[in-house]
Nanobody, 121 residues
Framework: QVQLVESGGGLVQAGGSLRLSCVASGRIVSVNVMGWYCQAPGKQRELVATILADGTTNYVDSVKGRFTISRDNVKNTVYLQMNSLKPEDTAVYYC???????????????WGRGTQVTVSS
């Protein structure tokens, strides 16, 4: 009914930048909170940043000042601009979104399949 697809991951040297995108598509009425999470090998998935429909943002302390989350409500897209990347940022990055869909009307949390970010030292 609703799909989230991430893009923009890749291999970058320490200090470099990447921009991740995540597009929500399907029978969408509205998209509420959207977020980015990361999961490094052998670790649990953890929060990176979230953004509400009104643009209010929240970041985990380790990325404050380096990462910026933003969204385009017309395109149902969330972005993560990642600057000053560090080797410890290496992980699979997942987006999620709370989406109200139609036929039937349903509010549900959806996840994308993830995109790999690798930062070399």
């Amino acid at each position: 009914q609703v799909q989230l697809v991430e893009s923009g991951g890749g291999l970058v040297q320490a200090g470099g930048s990447l921009r991740l995108s995540c597009v929500a598509s399907g029978r969408i009425v509205s998209v509420n909170v959207m977020g980015w999470y990361c999961q490094a090998p052998g670790k649990q998935r953890e929060l990176v940043a979230t953004i509400l429909a009104d643009g209010t943002t929240n970041y985990v302390d380790s990325v404050k000042g380096r990462f910026t989350i933003s969204r385009d409500n017309v395109k149902n897209t969330v972005y993560l601009q990642m600057n000053s990347l560090k080797p410890e940022d290496t992980a699979v990055y997942y987006c999620n979104a709370v989406v109200v869909s139609r036929d039937p009307i349903l509010q549900k949390l959806y996840w994308g399949r993830g995109t790999q970010v690798t930062v070399s030292s």
